[in-house]
T-cell receptor, first 109, second 117 residues
Framework: KNEVEQSPQNLTAQEGEFITINCSYS?????LHWLQQHPGGGIVSLFM???GKKKHGRLIATINIQEKHSSLHITASHPRDSAVYIC???????????FGTGTRLQVFP | GAVVSQHPSWVICKSGTSVKIECRSL??????MFWYRQFPKQSLMLMAT?????????EQGVEKDKFLINHASLTLSTLTVTSAHPEDSSFYIC?????????????FGSGTRLTVV
């Protein structure tokens, strides 16, 4: 079993829909990251969370440390949101990140 | 925000030749750089961690003589794929820790797609 599990693996949505991507992890962490990888391959860091909730534009990320679970929400989805979204956790005492396998999102007009 | 510039974006080389990939931190000092490899539709696989001025630490199974990492300055880290073979074809991406501690976050390069023919 992977230490970081994401669901769903693939997600298709119509433009304007509210989208949720989930991440569960089984290790202790200092922080959790949500990353976005576009078809060209480049990766953008969306959020780094240690607790609570963060919001940036149409993106919202939440984390529940007790339940070892995080969600990434996209409100009013748009075709340009189509990408692979990756959850990664940073355990204590290491700089290395543990990555989930990603969620491939396609938003159709 | 902190930016890592990675070059080249793509490269095609002949089998047996060497290829160098550069990652430069543009507006911050990258004391630690991570090098990843990614196969199609798979997640990132950490190859090695490099700290400025010291030897890189390679992950198990990664050949250090094949994948040479140099981090000679706080703004430049390089990955050289030596004597490349078709099985080295992959997407390589670097990531830097922004600042001296983890809570500053990480930033990623745009990646290099290597094709060995």
């Amino acid at each position: 079993k992977n230490e970081v599990e994401q669901s769903p693996q693939n997600l298709t949505a119509q433009e304007g829909e509210f989208i949720t991507i989930n991440c569960s992890y089984s290790v202790g962490i200092s922080a959790l990251h949500w990353l976005q990888q576009h078809p060209g391959g480049g990766i953008v860091s969306l959020f780094m969370l240690s607790s609570g909730k963060k919001k940036h534009g149409r993106l919202i990320a939440t984390i529940n440390i007790q339940e070892k679970h995080s969600s990434l929400h996209i409100t009013a989805s748009h075709p340009r949101d189509s990408a692979v979204y990756i959850c990664a956790v940073k355990p204590p005492n290491t700089d290395k990140l543990i990555f989930g396998t990603g969620t491939r999102l396609q938003v159709f007009p | 925000g902190a930016v890592v510039s990675q070059h080249p974006s793509w490269v095609i080389c002949k089998s047996g030749t060497s290829v160098k990939i550069e990652c430069r931190s543009l507006d911050f000092q990258a004391t630690t750089m991570f090098w990843y490899r990614q196969f199609p539709k798979q997640s990132l696989m950490l190859m090695a961690t490099s700290n400025e001025g010291s030897k890189a630490t390679y992950e198990q199974g990664v050949e250090k003589d094949k994948f040479l990492i140099n981090h000679a300055s706080l703004t430049l880290s390089t990955l050289t794929v030596t004597s490349a073979h078709p099985e080295d074809s992959s997407f390589y991406i670097c990531s830097a820790r922004v600042g001296r501690d983890w809570y500053y976050g990480y930033t990623f390069g745009s990646g290099t797609r290597l094709t060995v023919v």
